[in-house]
């Protein structure tokens, strides 16, 4: 008597081969059998027929780090097959955390990865934790849907060990880094899965600082790789400075990607651990993703051992009247903030009210500089990129689709064009492809995950909550590269 019995499913077992016809039998918490008809009675038999089985997944990349400490759901992560989380990603993370640290980690978390302040200061057992082993302990008390995994980020160690001076571009002293080389041993030799950190300018606070350790100098990134060594387990994750690509504002880069990938070949032989970051196909530098892989290789070869993270799909920000637009700081707008959703689209569609908003500077203060707010109000939003989102859409849309082009067929401009349909229904959507679609399609995505190098990461599961939907990445990937594309 089985306990579990799977009959009939599409099985992709994870081997790389092609899919199969299967049954799958469990017993306690063990696979038993896996047979095209297993035959013997179970206690709960479930009709696979028309569905793909696969084995859970592990997102090498997510920031539940504050929805842990309430949540044991853990979705929308849970309900597509994940089967392990790591987070604290990016340097953003709850642990360690001084008194009185607090609101500085909930403002670098919001910031960063747009996760509401409001939440984690009132849904977060602050006080439950100091050290990062004693976070861990508190997670250990409690039971979840999936497994838990975690890295202790730079941005809470470098917080915890400098105060007000980590959050700023000057330079640990050597008593600093010394004590944050022992907090990151700590961290490991307590079950941290690694460390991580960030260095892009983009990432800041909800107050606009820069993240801690943006700034950080090779001295300071070395001495992380000095902790890995010791603990003797680990990987480093890392978002580099030119991650996304020279020229673009609040994004420039402050060295060199190949500086970059040299540090992390650095950090990962000196430590002797595995390093992962994250790469993009983007704008202007269309393959410069292909450079970053053969220079990883070639530092591979010389004994590292860096994994390129890609993402399955582009990062697409999704914009609509009831969350994010590009006119929230225009002064017209903000006058509006107090109505219902509703009456505000009453008066939006207004002639006079869209010539006043579409003519109009943004307000200069009002809205915090780290806020998501600010930062799509201020971005140059590329409308041969921006795309009507429907129940129909997909990440790899016809470019004759875009909005641009929509307004083309039109006397409007596109920003004209975007207003009136957003403003048409609360419901209404577009989608702005930022990263992985600069060639109009996805052979780049495709490229970038069928090379040996890579690892598939990026979801970002529980971080941007109304404004990145890519936590349905593992379905994605099954649905559309291994079995529709």
Known sequence: ????????????????????????????????????????AA??????????????????????????????????????????????????GFAPVAPGGEQDLIELMEGVEDIPGTALHEGMPWGAWRSYPEYLDFLAGREYALNISSLVAHGAVRNYVMGERGRTNQAATEGDLEQMCDIVEEAIRAGAVGFSTSRILGHRSIQGEPVPGTFAN?????????????????????????????????????????????????????????????LFQVGSWQD???????????????????YPQVGSRPTGLVLSMRTYHGWMMKPTYRKLLPLSVEDRLLELRKPEVKRAILSEENAAEGVPM?????????????MDKTFVLTSDSTYEPLPETSVAALAGDTNLTPESWLYDYLVEDAGNMVIVLFTNYSDGNLDAVRDMQMDPATVTGLSDAGAHVSLIFDAVNPTYQLTYWSRDR
């Open 370 to 382: 780290g806020s998501m707010e600010f930062g799509i109000s201020n971005a140059e939003l590329d």
């Open 218 to 278: 090779d001295a300071e990134v070395m001495i992380i790789a000095r902790a890995l060594k010791r603990a003797g387990k680990g990987l480093f994750q890392i978002i580099p400075s030119s991650t996304l690509g020279p020229g673009r504002e609040g994004f420039e880069e402050h060295s060199s990607l190949e500086q970059e990938l040299d540090l992390i070949a650095s950090v990962s032989r000196e430590s002797g651990r595995p390093a992962t970051f994250t």
């Open 1 to 40: 008597m089985y306990d579990r019995l799977i009959k009939g499913g599409q099985l992709y077992d994870g081997s790389g081969g092609e899919p199969r016809t299967a049954d799958v039998a469990i017993q306690g918490d063990r696979i038993v059998e896996v047979g095209p008809s297993i035959s013997g």
């Open 43 to 92: 206690r709960e038999t479930i009709d696979a027929d028309g569905a793909i089985v696969t084995p859970a997944w592990i997102d090498i990349h997510t920031h539940y780090d504050g929805q842990v400490t309430w949540d044991a759901e853990m979705n929308p992560s849970a309900s597509h097959g994940v089967g392990t989380i790591v987070m604290g990603n990016c340097g953003v």
């Open 288 to 306: 410069k993703w292909r450079e970053a892989i053969a220079r990883v290789k070639q530092g591979n070869a010389s004994g590292a051992q860096v």
